[in-house]
Nanobody, 128 residues
Framework: QVQLVESGGGLVQPGGSLRLSCEISGFALDWYAIGWFRQAPGKEREPGSCISRVEGRIYHVDSVEDRFTISRDAAGNTVYLQLASLNPEDTAVYSC?????????????????????WGQGTQVTVSS
């Protein structure tokens, strides 16, 4: 069974940090491109950052915050999103997604419309 499971969200004060995790199971390593996205209340899901599980190659769309850093563990089974200097506008559900390597290119994993498998998301709330 293929699964993406996010964790690490929660309530954080403005200026704080969080590290989100996306645990990957059931996907062969050729499903190599994983992206992180966010969706704020009443807004569309925003394009984000993506990473190659095997090589660690990273791509960001221009609108991605400089305060967000994507990384992965050595085995390529967990992808992280480090959020820094959080503000209330960062409040959103953060989700990871995988793209089918037989139909997509690496950079497609940064765009929600190309994602083939989603995790359930983790809520990040920034509030004092």
């Amino acid at each position: 069974q293929v699964q993406l499971v996010e964790s690490g969200g929660g309530l954080v004060q403005p200026g704080g940090s969080l590290r989100l995790s996306c645990e990957i199971s059931g996907f062969a390593l050729d499903w190599y491109a994983i992206g992180w996205f966010r969706q704020a209340p009443g807004k569309e899901r925003e394009p984000g950052s993506c990473i190659s599980r095997v090589e660690g190659r990273i791509y960001h769309v221009d609108s991605v915050e400089d305060r967000f850093t994507i990384s992965r563990d050595a085995a390529g089974n967990t992808v992280y999103l480090q959020l820094a200097s959080l503000n209330p506008e960062d409040t959103a559900v953060y989700s990871c997604g995988a793209v089918d390597p037989h139909r997509r290119r690496f950079g497609d994993a940064c765009y929600a419309r190309f994602v083939d498998h989603w995790g359930q998301g983790t809520q990040v709330t920034v509030s004092s």
